[in-house]
């Protein structure tokens, strides 16, 4: 009788232990998207590290970047080419990053104006060759910020009769070819340290406010960048 | 076992009830100024503001007031522990006399438990009403403290994940950083663009929820030069966790110096800003298509 409890003691504990993990590995690959960190080559030359991160904005991430093909997300640009859906990026302590995204999604806009104006960068954001000082509200595609660090970048959008025309990319990965727009900067990395970075507008398409599912979701519009 | 068989067995050699009533009131009596003097400093949230610095004094008579229950508790335990211990002798292992109920222990337990109940309650009520005790008060304070005419206006704006500041006595700049000048009244305007964050200067002494459409309003007087951490305490999304950043109160010369260094560095934005309002209700609330 009295072991007959225990092991229903233990079997339930059991049961609950393996729930449990089960709804944490949910839980956190939901938050981390299944996404793996990519380290991009560090240069060093006459004492300075530098690191160049290439990167596109895509309205929908398409059947091929999977479990969720019809959301908005960043993806990287490995060393052999390949676009992949990563927003977690390995970088050099103390070192400059160049920063290049390909946006090829259109105008979402912003909740907040006050974030349209990039900050924290060394030099100022390029979009298509030019330099941009600011941003009407109703213009960005996304933001790649970075709150710790005091880094904001609003990434400029396809143009209307870019969204409309036939070159218009629907879904990653997104060939050069078609429209979009050319965003570069170049930030400082400080000390060591995880920061996360994020979107701050209200980009994901079909969800309450714009700001649920890839807003909400690291591999998306959040990542962290591991400075080392 | 019958009472009157309980009645007749012989008188305890010691009275057990006097000899902890006495060595709990020596106790008390000697522990709760010490707590009150001691301790009482070291209480958060500190004497950051004028806010912060009545919650050190709030919390020092709340611990001061639960030091004799405390020790009653810890004392009582440790007394039936030690006394009523098993010496090993043979036939120890006998119930002691039922308790019938004590009339005189009962009505003191709820006279002397409701005193300190209704006390707390108006001495709470009390410390409230002085400026809010560093409290959102809403859209409407009830409880302005004196000079609240010439209030510093401060904006705090949540947002999914950054709490972003406005300083509509300076044009309406907004800033991402706090930064407040020394032994000033401010009120703080707290509200929200999108989910429900909390406002958490803990330095200062200050909470409160920040609502979309909603002008909270919290009054802080700031003192000395000093550092704080601003969190959110809302649970609001993914980065959740990683919404805090630091705030400082610094000398009057140094914040104006510090609003003009904003103002040409946002200078680009400002044309983009809408009209400083207690509240906004922006554009756009959903991705089009
Ligand atoms: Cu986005
Ligand atoms: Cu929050």
Redesign the pocket.
């Known amino acids: 009788m009295r072991g007959g409890l225990a092991a229903k003691v233990a079997g339930v504990a059991a049961v609950v232990a393996v729930a449990g993990i089960l709804i944490g590995f949910y839980i956190s690959g939901y938050l981390v998207g299944n996404t793996t960190p990519f380290r991009p080559a560090a240069q060093t030359t006459s004492g300075k590290t530098s690191v160049n991160l290439v990167l596109q904005t895509v309205a929908a991430v398409g059947p091929t970047k999977a479990p969720h093909p019809d959301w908005v997300s960043y993806l990287v640009r490995r060393p052999n080419g390949q676009w992949e859906r990563s927003t977690i990026y390995t970088l050099p302590a103390h070192a400059l990053v160049h920063v290049t995204i390909y946006n090829f999604d259109g105008a979402s806009g912003l909740r907040n104006p006050f974030l349209g104006q990039p900050q924290g960068l060394v030099g100022k954001e390029v979009v298509d060759g030019k330099p941009i000082d600011a941003f009407p509200p109703d213009q960005p595609s996304h933001t790649f910020a970075v709150p710790e660090m005091g880094i904001l970048v609003p990434v400029a959008p396809v143009s209307e009769a870019g969204e409309d025309s036939p070159k218009a990319c629907g879904y990653a990965p997104c060939a050069l070819s078609m429209a979009h727009r050319t965003i570069t900067f170049t930030f400082r990395t400080g000390k060591p340290g995880r920061y996360r970075w994020q979107c701050f507008v209200p980009c994901a398409a079909g969800f309450e406010y714009g700001f649920g599912g890839p807003m909400q979701s690291v591999g998306y519009m959040d990542g962290f960048l591991n400075v080392v | 076992m019958t009472e009157a068989a309980a009645s007749t067995t012989p008188a305890p050699a010691t009275d057990h009830g006097k000899r902890f009533l006495v060595a709990w009131i020596v106790a008390s009596v000697i522990a709760t100024p010490l707590v009150a003097i001691f301790l009482g400093d070291h209480l958060p949230p500190g004497n950051g503001s004028a806010q912060a610095h009545e919650q050190v004094f709030d919390n020092s008579w709340l611990l001061a007031i639960m030091t004799p229950p405390g020790l009653f508790v810890v004392m009582f335990l440790g007394y039936a522990l030690w006394t009523f211990r098993n010496r090993g002798t043979v036939g120890a292992l006998e119930d002691g006399p039922p308790i019938r109920g004590n009339a005189r222990i009962q009505t003191l337990w709820m006279v002397i438990t409701s005193a300190i109940v209704l006390f707390l309650a108006g001495f709470g009520s009390y410390e409230l009403v002085q400026s809010g005790a560093g409290g959102g008060q809403g859209p409407t304070a009830a409880f302005q403290p004196a000079g609240y005419q010439k209030a510093l206006d401060v904006q705090v704006i ?4 950054e ?1 972003t500041y406005r300083y509509p006595t300076y044009g309406g700049i907004e800033t991402p950083h706090l930064v407040l000048p020394a032994g000033t009244l401010v009120r703080l305007h707290v509200t ?1 663009l999108d ?4 406002f958490w200067a803990y330095g200062l002494g200050v909470k409160a929820d ?1 609502n979309p459409g909603v002008d909270n309003i919290v009054y802080v007087h700031t003192k000395d030069p000093m550092q704080f951490d601003i969190r ?6 993914l ?2 966790g990683y ?1 805090f950043d630091t705030g400082h109160v610094v000398a009057s010369g140094r914040f104006t110096s510090w609003i003009k260094q904003q103002q040409s560095y946002f200078a680009p934005v400002s044309k983009y800003l809408p009209p400083y309002s207690t509240t906004y209700l922006p554009d756009p609330s959903q991705r089009a298509g």
């Open positions: 949540g947002q999914q994940w709490f929200s989910a429900i964050h909390s920040a959110c305490a809302e649970l609001c999304g980065w959740h919404m």
